[in-house]
Structure formats: structure tokens, C-alpha cells
């Protein structure tokens, strides 16, 4: 990968519907939180009640849409997007370190998923397999893979391919 030093500033946020309150979740998501060289942030909203779907997708979207950074890199995570090997997402990430990115933010949507046309910009939806999982776990398993991206990029052997 690129020069190193690129990698050192970086700062991953992730916007979520939900509270991580204290949990077996938030244990997960705090291991590799702290592993994380990186920044990180996590904020979170309170999910939008409403009977009509579409309109809940909308809202819950709109809001996470405006705790994005400016300039941030945005990955959606969404059941539909991209399977990338965390081989492939560690070059994703790199090739947006090496443009000049020092934000990436992941969008967590609800139980209901998010509104995708509220995320015109996104750089990149990415699917964790295709299978169905909760959304407080997700927090901890997409920081896993951060994490293991960056230990691909320091050129650490955490990651076996």
C-alpha cells in the first residue's frame, strides 16, 4: 500500500438509528474501538416511529444524512450493495487515503432500512453478506472491518487471505 503517514489522521464515523446503550453489542463495538489507531465516532438517533414505512426510511435517513462530515468518504451499508472481501474494501479505503480523504463515515440505518435516495453522494453500499443482521451488532462487526483494513494497510498479518 501508500505511504504510511497518509494513514495516521484518519478519522471513521459512523451514523446509526438506535442507542448502543450498555450491552453485549456495545461491549463488541468498545473492543475494537479501542484497538482502532484511527479516530472514531459513533453518533446515533433515535429511530422515527411512523406506520408508514417509506416515510419512517425517509426521516431516519435525512437525519443521519446531516450528522455526515463534510467531505467524508460515505459507505451505506445496505442488504442490496457491494460483497467485498475485506482484501478489496482495505483497497477501496486506500484508494480514497491516497486522493487526499482523511473522513470515511458509515451510515447504519434501521430497522427498516434507509431511504438509499437520501444518499445520492454515497461513495460506496456495501452489503455484509446477505444475510439479515441486528443493527446494534453491526456496529461492532464494521468495526472489526475497519480495523482489519487498517491492519491490512500497516502491513500487519492480523488478516489471513
Known sequence: MGNKNLYQNMRITIV????????????????????LRWEVRLREIEPHNSKN?????RQESARLFSLIPNGAQIIVLDENGETLSSSKLASWVDSKIQNGSKDICIVIGGANGLDLNIFPKSHLILALGRLTWPHLMVRGMILEQIYRVQQILSGHPYHKD
Open 16 to 35: 446509526a438509528v438506535g442507542k448502543l446503550r450498555q450491552s453485549i453489542f456495545s461491549q463488541l463495538y468498545g473492543i475494537y474501538a479501542k484497538r
Open 53 to 57: 414505512i417509506k416515510e419512517q426510511q
